[in-house]
């Protein structure tokens, strides 16, 4: 099944606990990117990446770290979380481009204490 | 950079009334595409328009994009409880095919 996978799903962590959240799909799609929604802000991307080794910054990457090294995974790192980093989470990932359908991950739900 | 804006944030309706929503972005689009997100789920694609007035209709749903590809709009005729969620607008960046602007969403809720 072609699918967006992301873990964990829910996490409690505390200020300054370095954490990493995965991002995986099997579609083959060249394109990935990350974003939180919180309540009243609609989704805000922080990351994306056209290719394996190939990213930049979206409109909010402050306080987070993203890598692609293989096509498929495309990990969201918060070295030192803090509280203003709860949110919701997503993945996405689309065949070439944001021109393209995306395709989300279920989410993932921090929270920073 | 790129802002859209996207009204009303809520709307509630009685079943079988109609429902609209609007998305306005601060710069021309290359496209616009429609998700909408089901409550504790994720964004799902809905449709996607590319070409200046298009109208484009999938059952009881309605997408309009503008002559001048700057606004959008979404309209459900005779609500159905199976529409409740939020519906958001995104545009592509213009000159920068990675950025990806959302709008705010509108959530709609249907009384039965």
């Known amino acids: 099944e072609a699918q967006v996978t992301q873990n964990p799903r829910y996490l409690i962590t505390v200020t300054g606990k370095k954490l990493t959240v995965t991002c995986s799909q099997n579609m083959n799609h060249e394109y990935m990117s990350w974003y939180r929604q919180d309540p009243g802000l609609g989704l805000r991307q922080i990351y994306y990446?056209?290719?394996?080794?190939?990213?930049d910054k979206g409109d909010v990457p402050e306080g987070y770290k993203v890598s692609r090294k293989e096509k498929r995974n495309f990990p969201l790192i918060l070295e030192s979380p803090s509280p203003n980093q709860t949110s919701l989470y997503f993945c996405a990932s689309s065949l070439f481009d944001s021109q393209e359908t995306q395709y989300f991950g279920p989410g993932t739900r921090l929270l920073v204490l | 950079g790129q802002q859209v804006m996207q009204i009303p944030q809520y709307q509630h309706v009685q079943e079988g009334e109609d429902f609209t929503t609007y998305c306005n972005s601060s710069?021309?689009?290359?496209?616009i595409q429609w998700y909408k997100q089901r409550p504790g789920g994720h964004p799902v694609f809905l449709i996607q328009?590319?070409?200046?007035?298009e109208v484009k209709k999938q059952k009881r749903l309605t997408f309009q994009f503008g002559e001048a590809k700057k606004n959008s709009s979404l309209h459900i005729t005779a609500t159905q409880t199976t529409d409740v969620g939020t519906y958001f607008c995104?545009?592509?960046?213009?000159?920068?095919?990675?950025?990806?602007?959302f709008g705010d969403g509108t959530t709609l809720t249907v009384k039965p």
């Open positions: 328009l590319v070409k200046s007035g």
């Open positions: 990446s056209m290719n394996v080794e190939v990213t």
């Open positions: 710069t021309t689009l290359s496209n």
């Open positions: 995104a545009g592509p960046g213009r000159t920068n095919a990675g950025k990806s602007t």
